[in-house]
């Protein structure tokens, strides 16, 4: 059965009439392959996946890449009916922001003005305000995001916590490329050679997450010593925290995030650990 595509709340509505519990992935479209596996992870929560696709404004500061953002709609729809998808919302500007984009918003609060916020101050209030959006026209049971881009994950979780928002979020581990690298949208800005340098991200990772048994002040160790001499790799920030992006414990489950720019492109990626006690 070919997967509906609703442009409107009525049509969303209609599309989702009696169709029972609903598990929602929320994208930005210019679908891969670590999407796929989203979609297809959403297939083991509900009746019926529901996949989002929309670039949202609010998520971009000026002068980043909302203009320029991939937008392969086409080859979107081919990829969902594939994954056993079956709704895409995908609205426009005006069906998402019907009194426009300088209305209410979500607050993420203190943990969404550190790491990623502290880079990008008015970033995850875009994210938050448009996934609070889509929870309440689609009214969905689970929602899947992928565990590459961590920090929104927790704060999604959270938000849907605090708000009383009704329904799970669900995590998927990040998927990678031959070489390591976690798979994103921006990747297709990458020069071969650059894809190549960008492997440094993983490898860091992986160096600190060896040292886990060691300690916390290993760990950033082992992974700067990779990082930090990396060529064509200009570093942002590596972080360790836990698994709520707090002061990291011995013997709890923490997680390594680092943010870095590959030529035009800054990637994200992030590995989970548990430190010795």
Do not use: W
């Not at 994103?184 to 020069?191: D, E, G, M, Q, W």
Request: proline letters at 6%.
């Amino acid at each position: 059965m070919s997967v509906v595509i609703a442009r409107t709340r009525p049509e969303l509505s209609a599309a989702l009439e009696g169709k029972g519990t609903v598990s929602l992935v929320p994208t930005m479209g210019a679908l891969h392959d670590g999407h796929l596996k989203l979609l297809e992870h959403a297939t083991g929560f509900g009746d019926i996946v529901v996949a989002s696709i929309f670039v949202n404004p609010t998520q971009f500061a000026p002068g980043e890449d909302f203009a320029e953002y991939p937008r392969t709609f086409d080859s979107d729809i081919e990829r969902c009916e594939k994954a056993g998808v079956a709704v895409v919302f995908a609205p426009e500007l005006g069906e998402m922001y019907p009194g426009g984009m300088g209305g209410i918003a979500v607050d993420p609060g203190p943990l969404g003005s550190v790491l990623e916020g502290a880079s990008r101050p008015a970033h995850f209030r875009g994210v938050l305000t448009v996934v609070s959006k889509l929870f309440g026209l689609v009214r969905p049971d689970f929602a899947v995001f992928g565990e590459k881009d961590y920090q929104q994950l927790v704060l999604i979780a959270e938000m849907s916590r605090d708000l009383c928002m009704g329904l799970e979020v669900v995590g998927c581990p990040s998927v990678r490329e031959a070489g390591g690298l976690a798979m994103s949208s921006r990747n297709r800005y990458l020069t071969a050679e650059q894809r190549e340098q960008a492997t440094a991200l993983s490898r860091a990772l992986r160096a600190g997450v060896e040292q886990a048994s060691v300690g916390a002040d290993a760990v950033l160790k082992a992974a700067h010593a990779v990082i930090d001499d990396a060529p064509g790799v200009k570093l942002d920030y590596l972080e360790l925290t836990d698994a709520e992006l707090g002061e990291p414990k011995p013997g709890e489950e923490a997680r390594l995030l680092i943010a870095a720019r590959v030529g035009k492109p800054r990637l994200l990626d992030n590995a989970g650990l548990t430190l010795g006690s």
